[in-house]
């Protein structure tokens, strides 16, 4: 299986910073990774398809890049809705699109 | 509009049996691989198995691999998760979603305790 590895596990940062996840898989995926915003009680939220295309209605200060290995998540400027955990997720592998462990992002 | 609505959750001892069932509703299920994805208390997202179409390939996580099944009725519009010799650590509140990851569920939660 492609296991994938996000960093940090957690961040601290105020209204307004620009913040990056990064998200690294365990072989190449091409630019198959999603990326999702999850609040506590809710299902996922899919932000982010194929690595870089932003979904209908997700504000365009979320932005993704990478591809082959090395994925980034970018929120050039953090709003007090944006505290969540982002989770990445690969879906390179027909039927088993595994997650990286999250990464809470929260209020300092 | 696109729904997808867990059931079948609930309390069960070690060693039981449960099944999920995931009805979808406003998109043609038939063409749409879906999954079955789980998160323990304070836990992040895993991924526990998958379906094709018309359900002729399956995955299934190693954590659960011999011991859950995963099926679809495209006539009932419906995805099922059997599950069985449930261990504590299957607690988990568990999510169907379309392959696509652009709808989900609300979840359903398992607690597995005697």
């Known amino acids: 299986d492609i296991q994938m590895t996000q960093s940090p596990s957690s961040l601290s940062a105020s209204v307004g910073d620009r913040v990056t996840i990064t998200c690294r898989a365990s072989?190449?995926?091409?630019?198959?990774l999603n990326w999702y915003q999850q609040k506590p009680g809710k299902a996922p939220k899919l932000l982010i398809s194929v690595a870089s295309s932003l979904q209908s209605g997700v504000p365009s200060r979320f932005s993704g890049s990478g591809s082959g290995t090395d994925f980034t998540l970018t929120i050039s400027s953090l709003q007090p809705e944006d505290f969540a955990t982002y989770y990445c997720q690969q879906s390179y592998s027909t039927l088993s699109y595994t997650f990286g462990q999250g990464t809470k992002l929260e209020i300092k | 509009e696109v729904q997808l609505v867990e059931s079948g959750g609930g309390l069960v001892q070690p060693g039981g049996s449960l099944r999920l069932s995931c009805e979808a509703s406003?998109?043609?299920?038939?063409?749409?691989?879906m999954h079955w994805v789980r998160q323990a208390p304070g836990k992040g997202l895993e991924y526990v198995s998958g379906?094709?179409?018309?359900?002729?390939?399956?995955y299934y996580a190693n954590s659960v691999k011999g011991r859950f099944t995963i099926s679809r009725d495209n006539s009932k519009n419906t995805l099922y998760l059997q599950m069985g010799s449930l261990r504590t650590e299957d607690m988990a509140v568990y999510y169907c979603?379309?392959?696509?990851?652009?709808?989900w569920g609300q979840g359903t939660l398992v607690t597995v305790s005697s």
């Open positions: 406003g998109f043609t299920f038939s063409n749409y691989a």
């Open positions: 979603a379309r392959a696509t990851g652009d709808y």
């Open positions: 379906i094709s179409t018309n359900g002729g390939s399956t």
């Open positions: 072989q190449s995926i091409a630019n198959y």
